[in-house]
DNA sequence: TACATTTGCCAACAAGCGTTGACCAACAAC
DNA sequence: GTTGTTGGTCAACGCTTGTTGGCAAATGTA
């Protein structure tokens, strides 16, 4: 809950209502998709009129637009050893996920959304695909290898995150990173077959 | 289209029917996923009325649990070369997602859909863990073993068909064939970390 | 004081949804 | 022929959705 006027009291400010909106829009997409995130049950959950939401983003798709704007926070790639990258990738992905709802929904509504899909693409090869070309033998590859690392990192969000596959939600954090850094070192780094 | 009648010909076999409506059903479910795939657009396509649907498959959720039958068709382990099991089983996979669309439909339903999860969940253990136990050094790793493969495989599933990843879609069948096998190998065949 | 702006609620709209039940026409059996 | 069964249409229901416009009240500004 993020209404905290009691009764009566002052109104908000629209910053906060635009902010207190957009919390319970990423809570309800990542929770329910692009198609049963209504918009009615964003504003219950922010405690306003649904008109409210339409005033201060327009209509769904702007607001969804609004709530998805990520940063993947990748690290410099120049600030890891070279051989410890895929760990370190890894490791970094695990923490992204974990405390942030906005990945979740924009992987629910990709795999839903035409306009979803495109968006999770421009995130990803946006913010990988440099930071793939700075470590990779041959800058061209760049493209190609950020695709195989978003493939392994992805299936093991949607595993974990999103399917919850009882054996991919019980291992530790220190054995999803112990599987699958090899995996990412590999794609990052070994020569194409 | 999968009317055939001449225009006051004779009518359809119900099985003739049901087939249609399963093919349309699938088709739908695949290019839209469960909320947006509606029952009228799956009869329009269908050639019959939405009543229809109802009569043969009760409700939605009927109709989709019925066009989401899945079966891997993955190969027994004892008819392949243990160090050749991770390229065969990312072919197949490969080979599978390209002839099927139920297998698109599948997941893109069930990262939308609650049920849709736990059908997907249901698929990958009860037929990959059978696979994977006949091949791993301890069967007591066979879950976890079988969903980190299914990670690796579901990823790249989601880039190449489902998000439509570019650098993913370009790469040709022995080009993934040969980046994966080595991953999935590995998940099957090495010792724990 | 008076006026303008901003925050918010309310009631309604049109459209689309899943679903239902009544009705029709073609066939098969008697 | 009559009578059941089967494949199919039609029109409507109740409901939810995104979206809109008008109105109340609190705040700022003169």
Redesign the interface.
């Known amino acids: 809950m993020t209404t905290e006027a009691p009764a009566g009291g002052p109104r908000r400010t629209s910053g906060a209502t635009k902010a207190a909106i957009l919390d319970a829009a990423r809570e309800r997409f990542a929770a329910d998709?692009y198609?049963?995130a209504t918009i009615r049950a964003i504003a219950r959950d922010a405690g306003i009129d649904p008109s409210m939401v339409m005033r201060y983003y327009g209509n769904k798709e702007g607001l969804f637009a609004a709530a998805t704007e990520i940063d993947l926070r990748l690290p410099r790639p120049d600030t890891l050893p070279a051989d410890g990258l895929g760990a370190a990738l890894v490791a970094h992905f695990l923490d992204r996920w974990e405390d942030d709802d906005v990945l979740t929904a924009l992987?629910?509504v990709?795999?839903?959304n035409a306009a979803g899909?495109e968006r999770?693409?421009a995130v990803?090869?946006g913010q990988m695909v440099p930071v793939v070309a700075g470590v990779c033998p041959d800058p061209d590859d760049a493209?190609?290898r950020?695709?195989?690392v978003?493939?392994?990192?992805?299936?093991?969000a949607?595993?974990?995150y999103?399917?919850?596959?009882?054996?991919?939600v019980?291992?530790s954090r220190e054995?999803v990173i112990?599987?699958l850094a090899?995996?990412v070192q590999?794609?990052l780094t070994a020569p194409c077959?």
């Open positions: 998709g198609e049963r992987l629910r990709g795999v839903t899909a999770v693409q990803f090869t493209p190609c950020a695709a195989l978003s493939s392994q990192i992805l299936g093991m949607i595993a974990r999103v399917l919850r596959f009882q054996p991919a019980a291992m054995d112990a599987w090899p995996t590999r794609y077959p």
